[in-house]
């Protein structure tokens, strides 16, 4: 990440481990269970048996589980946010490198956001919002520009978010 020129790190984030958790049961074991019952289909057409179709559903449905928790538990470790004195970044991805930011004076919402699964194991999220995408309660929005998710602390960097938009807001800066 380059930064401009004047710009400070205001701070620097990581996921908590407890971000896999979530992913595991998000993630995870819904495409896992979809790999076993198709594992199951096609080892039931080709043998015309249930039985070995089990064996089979387990099998597919363990290989992609391990597979989506190895690569999940990797992800989470790529994934880097910052929260600058002139805008918001996210930087990750292994497969795709990523790396979006959003300018103060383009923000227009921040929303802090905890799930059931996020409150259980103590972490959560932040949205930031910008003109062209909708907050979950609109209809129509492609959802937030930038999420950081997985925050054990939300609340220090929406408030220093929220302070910098109060003064842009007033200063025009």
């Not at 597919?60 to 990797?74: E, K, R």
């Not at 383009?106 to 409150?119: A, F, H, L």
Request: glycine share 10%; net charge neutral; aromatic share 10%.
């Amino acid at each position: 990440m380059k930064l401009q020129a004047d710009e400070q790190v205001l701070h620097e984030m990581k996921p908590a481990p407890g971000l896999v958790t979530l992913w595991f049961f998000t993630r995870c074991l819904p495409v896992s269970a979809g790999g076993g019952a198709i594992g199951f289909f096609v080892w039931s057409m080709a043998t015309e048996e249930v039985a070995p179709g089990i064996s089979g559903a387990c099998i597919a449905a363990a290989s992609v589980l391990s597979t989506m928790f190895i690569y999940h538990v990797y992800l989470r470790r790529t994934y880097v946010y910052y929260v600058t004195n002139q805008r918001c970044i996210f930087h990750g991805g292994i497969l795709r490198r990523v790396e979006r930011s959003i300018p103060y004076h383009k923000i227009t919402d921040v929303e802090m956001s905890q799930d059931i699964i996020e409150r259980a194991i103590g972490i959560s999220t932040l949205n930031l919002f910008t003109p062209g995408t909708a907050s979950t309660g609109s209809s129509g929005g492609r959802g937030a520009e930038i999420s950081f998710v997985g925050l054990s602390d939300n609340q220090t960097p929406a408030a220093t978010v929220n302070d910098i938009l109060r003064s842009f807001k007033a200063t025009g800066e």
